[in-house]
């Protein structure tokens, strides 16, 4: 989750080259303020930087408080994070982080739609202020001020991780929310460039929650996350995802419209109409 500003150069690297068969004009489904949202989108990556370097600063466990945990504290819907019948195996955690990773550069397939692809600098920006929001919620309204501890905290192992920073950063699962915001993101983009799709777009939402519930899953059997950090990781990544395209979305009510109409009677004419 440290090392965010790859998405920015990853996924321009990949819009550089998808971009160059951009040639004839885009659809224009999304507007956006390039003036406004361009320095608006890099102080949000730049407060997102800064709530990470607040976010390391903070205090570790003590070895005395770890001992005095006790499991039956946690109330019984979260408990369930300690039934699990075998120790996840090491690379679950890999597994999790991979999943984080692709999900940065996920959307990139969108490029793969021609109509999509013509508007890949509207894409780009849109799903980088996104990202960036999403991040932010999860930075300063989560871990920073929260001091939830990790279920593994919990369990008995090595004691190098336990006293490491970073494990009261339980609520909530930042990979799930970042993987649900990038599934949910082309979801939504796909949709609206494809409006034909009708009740059939309810497909693409529905694979879109297979990423994060399988992210969600390996963060799960790592004792990383409890089940309401890994749901509410889910709701604020698609939340996102979706209202990120959606509140830049043309609409007949805001889409400039100037119509001639003649008319006749007691007088004859022509009459200009502009639609806001």
């Known amino acids: 989750m440290k090392k965010i500003s790859s998405i920015i150069l ?65 109330w019984s819907f979260d408990h369930i994070v300690f039934n699990q019948s075998s120790p996840a195996p090491s690379s679950i955690y890999t597994i999790s982080d991979i999943g984080l990773w692709t999900s940065y550069v996920l959307p990139s397939l969108l490029f793969l739609d021609d109509e999509i692809r013509k508007s890949w600098l509207d894409i780009t920006l849109l799903y980088l202020e996104t990202q960036a929001i999403n991040l932010n919620i999860y930075v300063w309204g989560g871990p920073i001020f929260t001091e939830r501890i990790r279920p593994i905290i919990y369990n008995e192992g090595s004691w190098d991780y336990k006293l490491e920073n970073g ?9 799930v929310s970042m993987v649900a915001g990038a599934s949910f993101f082309m979801a939504k983009v796909y949709s609206d460039y494809h409006p034909e799709l009708g009740a059939k777009k309810w497909f693409l939402y529905s694979a879109a929650i297979i990423p994060p519930a399988l992210v969600g899953y390996c963060r799960y059997r790592g004792f990383m996350h409890y089940p309401t950090d890994i749901l509410l990781g889910a709701v604020v990544g698609a939340t996102a995802g979706i209202l990120g395209p959606h509140i830049h979305k043309i609409t007949k009510k805001n889409k400039n419209d100037l119509s001639i109409v003649p008319f006749t009677g007691r007088y004859t004419g022509l009459a200009f109409s502009m639609q806001f």
């Open 167 to 175: 494990t009261t950063d339980s609520f909530f699962s930042g990979h």
């Open 10 to 74: 990853v996924f321009l690297f990949i819009i550089q080259a998808y971009g160059q068969d951009s040639i004839s004009a885009p659809k224009k489904v999304y507007k956006l303020n390039y003036k406004v949202e361009l320095p608006l989108t890099g102080g949000m990556f730049a407060l997102n930087f800064l709530g990470f370097a607040q976010l390391s600063k903070k205090p570790t466990l003590d070895s005395l408080y770890i001992i005095s945990l006790n499991k039956d504290d946690i």
